[in-house]
Every structure is written in structure tokens, then in C-alpha cells.
């Protein structure tokens, strides 16, 4: 029977075996079902049953338009999976500059201004510093040599780091001392909530640098969440085998939860060699099953390999019972937030959370340790090593392909040096990686040019797996890493990368596209890019280091209903007139453009 008679009740069955991307293509192939994605029931049971934690998900239950909703997140994964964002947009020009929830915060001429970019806010808030130092700090009226770092921004709530050279009175005293305060105060009605001094403040120690590399900080479920992928040598020369450290702090700040060193455990070194510079690390709450993740990029020789992978590997942070936690309190009330601790077990294995067998084709973490490495010695692998400190040998279990996503290989080309990708990411709701390059055109190699460049994969069909598996019969035989990646490949088809912005036809150029290539590389803006990224859209800052830079935004999704975009022209000494127009549309006056979009 065609699947066009069949009745409501039963199509919702079929939807139910389907992906959400599956959904999406088989609305595209008539009228009839394009119901699938305007239907509001439908749209609701979809959402509800296959995202329920999604931004999307969570905006439905408050409009109730969740077939409106639908159409918004599937839209996006198809635009990140597809490298093809909705926008390219000039957003601001400034100084120090961070981006948070969809917030860009950014010093400009003595002001701290704040635009919210996921709800296309057609003004800023602007705050003037120096007021608000006045108040925050009065014994910095007469400070003129300072400085002002904005650190977070969420519901208009901004926390920011001041600090200063004070003054040597001491001739004996070697080197320099600083005052540092630490100010958080309300945007939306322009008051102080708190400013606390800074004991012993050094800058020099300051490595913002390492935030999203070796440490991440998020915010979930009344929760702060700590994760670190820094381990003492001595910890890991014990069997070779690295954790992650993970805090959890409820905003009440009654007491704080640490997972054991065990717990949470990362990679075997005995795997490969890896180059910590393009080391990446994101904490995000998983769209289908609302679970607290971290994903990570490494690049690794696996094995030895003569060519390195970027891999990226996704781990649940799954917390133990009360009584099995490690917990230290800062109260006489236990603090372990053992109260709260229901709520956010998002299961998984007690020994290892974040790993899982192999869909069913791998032992499980029970029988782990009956799975010797071919039986050849390793290095460290002795029992003085094994028994440090009376713990026995950690054995990492395999991980479940799906969160293995094997991405760049360095005998593809092009390849990239790491001082020329400006922004890192990965996407684990459409299984893609997605970079900010410059790669500069043949015909100008000396020319800045970013590009956003990504790869996707696609899971295989069934017949695909069969064909796979008959072929890997008779293939030499592999280390337990070459074996669990063969798996990856096996159940998943990988795309090659793809770069956008298209190369322009020198013969014949496209007045459009070398109008985007503009507002992505402004030419009175050339040098250091950085970026930071979140699920919807990127956002990054060109410009000498140290001076005044241009903030450019490239979003996946769009909403049509607020299209206002910050735009502006930059004259021949880089500065912005700093307009503000409401159409978001593109330019045609022949200046630098604002903004560009794809209808």
C-alpha cells in the first residue's frame, strides 16, 4: 500500500522508525507530505519524541507554533550539515570582545555593548564604562591606565575582570603589583550586583587561551559544570590511560560534586601520539536525549600511522549515586547536591560513563579487562605502574561509533596550518565539522580570504554494511584502535570536505559573491582572526592584535521575523560609521557591505 493511503495513525508509527533528517527529505518528495513539517500534531510529536532538549523544542512549548519550530531546526542541521549558511552579516567593530548564549559582548570607545544575536535584536545595550566603574569600583575614579575584560554575558546579567597597574611605593619590591576586581551587574536595568577584589591578582597568569582547549565551563540544569582534559604525567604513566576532571557546582553554591579520577576516562596514550594544538573541547546538552555531554577534537597517529586523523570523540558525563561521588563540601549540610543528583543520572555505565559497546558487535565493560592487546608488552605497561598507588589498571572500553567521527585526514588535501583556522567545531546533531579557514585564492595567495570548510557523514544502508563487512574479511589482520575504527567506517559513509563561499570565476566574476567575500574578509581588517561558535551560528573578530577589530557573524539559521542586523561601512582608517539598518538585506551602494543573505 502507498504510504499516501495509509491512515494518520500509521504514518505516525513510520515516522517514529525515522530520523529527523529522514523526515525532512520524505516531505520534500510531494505536496502530500509536506504535511509531515506543517502539520502542527505531527510537528509536536516529532519534536517532543526525536529533540525534546533542542532550542527549538524548548520555544514550541512556550509559542505552541511547533510546526514552525520544526521547520527552524531542521533548516539548521540541513544548513550546517550542507555548509551553507543563511548569513553573512557585520555586526560590530571593537576591542576586547566575548560571545555567550547567543549574546555578543564588545568594548567600543569607552563602551560596553551588548546585542543579542540568536534574538535579532535590532538595538544594543549600550553601557558606558566609565559610569559604571564609578559605581562598581569609586576608588577608580582617578585610574585612567586600566583595563576592562568582559567574561560572560547571560540574561543580561555580564560579569567582567578590571584591573590596573598600581603604583610602586615600595623602591625594594621586584616587579610589578596589580589590582584586579572582579564586576557583574544587570544590562537591562544598568546596575552593579556585585564587585568582589581580587586577592594576589597577577594577569600574567590570565590564559584565556586555554578555555575551550584544556578547560570548559558551561551552565546546565541549576548547575555549573567544570570539565578538564589536563592530567599530571604521574597520573598517566600508572597504565597509560588519561580522565577528564569534572566539577559540578549547583548555583546555590551549597557544596560542590566531583566525579572520581576513574569516572570519566578520556584515551589510552598507547593509541598514538596526538598534537595538542588543534585540541578542542565543547560541553553541550545532547538534542535527543537531553544528556550533559563533551565533545573533543584530537588529532592523533593512530597506531603509528604516517598521517594523522582529526578525530572527534563525544562522551556522556553521567554522575554517580550520592554515596559513590567523591564530594567536597563547603558547608556543615553535607553539600553534595545528592538532592538534585536524580535528576541529571542520565545513565550509561557506572564504571566508565560515556562509553558503550559497540551498538551490540563488542563485549561489554564487564569483560573489558578479558580483552588483552595482543599480549605485546607497552610502555608503562609494568605492575609497579599498574599498582601505583594500590589502583588497579584502568581499561578504557570501546566507544559506540556513533560518538567516533573520524574527520580530516592529512593525506587529503588541502591541508592547513593551525594558525590559519580561526574557528574549530563540531556539530553532533547533524555528525559535522566545521572550520574557519583562510584559504586564499590561486590567483592572490598573499590575500587573506576565510572560507568556512566542513565535512558530514551519513549513516549506510544495510546492503552498504553487508558489502563492507564481506570486504574487511579478508583484510590483514588490526590492532583493537584500527579494528574499532574500521567499525566507524563500516556503519557510516564519510563525505568529502566542502568550502563555502564557492571560488570566483576569474573570467567572469560574481559581483554578489566578491560582495561576501568582503564582509568574511574585510580588507581594512587583515590579520589575527578569533572566533568563538555555539550551535547556531558563528561569530569572529579580524584585525591587528591589540586594535580595533571587526566582528562578522555567520549564522545557520535565520529568523525572518527579526532581520535586523548591525551593519556598517569601514572607511580607509578602518573605523565604522556604525549604522544601524533594519532590512538585512543586501547592499548595493557600492561600499563595504553589511550584511548578505541567501533568499
Request: negative net charge; charged residues 25%; contains cysteine.
Amino acid at each position: 500500500m502507498s504510504l499516501l493511503k495509509l491512515p494518520y495513525e500509521m504514518v505516525s508509527y513510520v515516522l517514529d522508525e525515522l530520523d529527523l533528517d529522514d523526515v525532512w527529505q520524505l516531505s520534500l518528495t510531494c505536496s502530500h507530505l509536506r504535511s509531515l513539517v506543517t502539520e502542527s500534531n505531527i510537528a509536536k510529536r516529532l519534536l517532543e519524541s526525536k529533540a525534546p532538549a533542542a532550542t527549538e523544542t524548548q520555544n514550541a512549548r512556550v509559542t505552541k507554533d511547533y510546526a514552525h519550530e520544526l521547520r527552524r531546526l531542521l533548516k539548521r542541521r540541513q544548513s550546517i550539515s550542507s555548509v551553507t549558511p543563511y548569513l553573512a552579516a557585520v555586526v560590530g567593530f571593537g576591542e576586547d570582545w566575548i560571545y555567550r548564549n547567543g549574546v555578543l559582548c564588545y568594548i567600543r570607545q569607552g563602551q560596553l555593548r551588548i546585542l543579542n544575536l540568536h534574538g535579532s535584536a535590532a538595538d544594543e545595550i549600550v553601557v558606558n564604562i566609565r559610569l559604571l566603574l564609578n559605581e562598581a569600583i569609586p576608588e577608580s575614579r582617578k585610574i585612567r591606565n586600566y583595563r576592562l575584560r568582559p567574561l560572560n554575558v547571560s540574561n543580561n546579567i555580564v560579569s567582567c575582570l578590571h584591573y590596573y597597574k598600581q603604583p610602586d611605593t615600595n623602591s625594594h619590591h621586584c616587579g610589578s603589583s596589580y589590582a584586579g576586581t572582579l564586576v557583574v551587574f544587570s544590562a537591562q536595568v544598568h546596575k552593579v550586583l556585585t564587585a568582589r577584589r581580587l586577592e594576589n591578582f597577577e594577569p600574567e597568569k590570565l590564559v584565556p587561551f586555554e578555555i575551550g582547549i584544556t578547560h570548559c565551563f558551561e551552565i546546565f540544569n541549576g548547575h555549573i559544570y567544570s570539565l578538564s582534559n589536563h592530567s599530571e604525567l604521574e597520573e598517566e604513566e600508572a597504565d597509560w590511560v588519561s580522565p577528564y576532571h569534572c566539577l559540578r557546582i549547583p548555583l546555590s553554591f551549597n557544596g560542590v560534586a566531583k566525579l572520581k579520577p576513574d569516572g570519566l576516562l578520556r584515551r589510552n596514550h598507547r593509541d598514538g601520539p596526538m598534537d595538542q594544538r588543534w585540541t578542542f573541547m565543547k560541553m553541550f546538552k545532547d538534542e535527543a536525549t537531553g544528556e550533559i555531554k563533551v565533545v573533543e577534537s584530537r588529532k592523533e597517529w593512530i597506531k603509528g600511522s604516517s598521517s594523522t586523523t582529526r578525530t572527534y570523540y563525544t562522551t556522556t558525563i553521567s554522575w554517580p549515586s550520592e554515596q559513590e561521588s567523591h564530594s567536597v563540601s563547603d558547608s556543615n549540610e553535607g553539600g553534595s547536591d545528592g538532592s538534585n543528583t536524580s535528576e541529571n543520572n542520565f545513565g550509561g555505565n557506572s564504571i566508565s560513563p560515556g562509553y558503550q559497546g559497540n551498538l551490540g558487535n563488542e563485549p561489554d565493560q564487564g569483560n573489558a579487562e578479558a580483552q588483552p592487546d595482543n599480549g605485546n608488552p607497552e610502555p608503562g605497561d609494568s605492575e609497579s605502574n599498574h599498582q601505583q598507588g594500590d589502583r588497579p589498571p584502568r581499561i578504557l572500553p570501546p566507544r559506540d561509533p556513533r560518538d567516533v567521527h573520524p574527520g580530516d585526514d592529512s593525506s587529503k588535501g588541502p591541508v592547513f596550518l593551525r594558525n590559519k583556522c580561526g574557528i574549530m567545531s563540531y556539530h553532533p546533531s547533524c555528525q559535522t565539522f566545521v572550520d574557519l579557514v583562510d584559504d586564499p585564492s590561486p590567483s592572490n595567495p598573499g590575500k587573506q580570504r576565510m572560507r568556512i570548510r566542513g565535512g558530514t557523514r551519513h549513516r549506510r544502508r544495510p546492503e552498504e554494511i553487508e558489502d563492507w563487512s564481506r570486504c574487511s574479511k579478508v583484510k590483514r589482520s588490526l590492532s583493537v584502535a584500527e579494528k574499532h575504527f574500521e567499525e566507524v567506517y563500516k556503519l557510516y559513509k564519510h563525505e568529502e570536505p566542502i568550502a563555502w563561499p564557492p571560488n570566483q570565476d576569474p573570467e567572469s566574476p560574481n559581483p554578489a559573491l566578491a560582495q561576501l567575500y568582503e564582509i568574511l574578509s574585510p580588507p581594512n581588517y587583515a590579520g589575527e582572526i578569533t572566533g568563538d561558535w555555539d550551535e547556531r551560528s558563528f561569530v569572529y573578530a579580524a584585525g591587528a592584535s591589540g586594535g580595533n577589530k571587526q566582528k562578522a557573524l555567520v549564522p545557520w539559521r535565520w529568523s525572518k521575523k527579526g532581520q535586523a542586523v548591525r551593519k556598517g561601512k569601514a572607511d580607509s582608517k578602518g573605523e565604522a560609521d556604525g549604522k544601524e539598518e533594519a532590512d538585512g538585506k543586501e547592499r548595493t551602494d557600492g561600499g563595504n557591505t553589511g550584511a548578505w543573505h541567501q533568499d
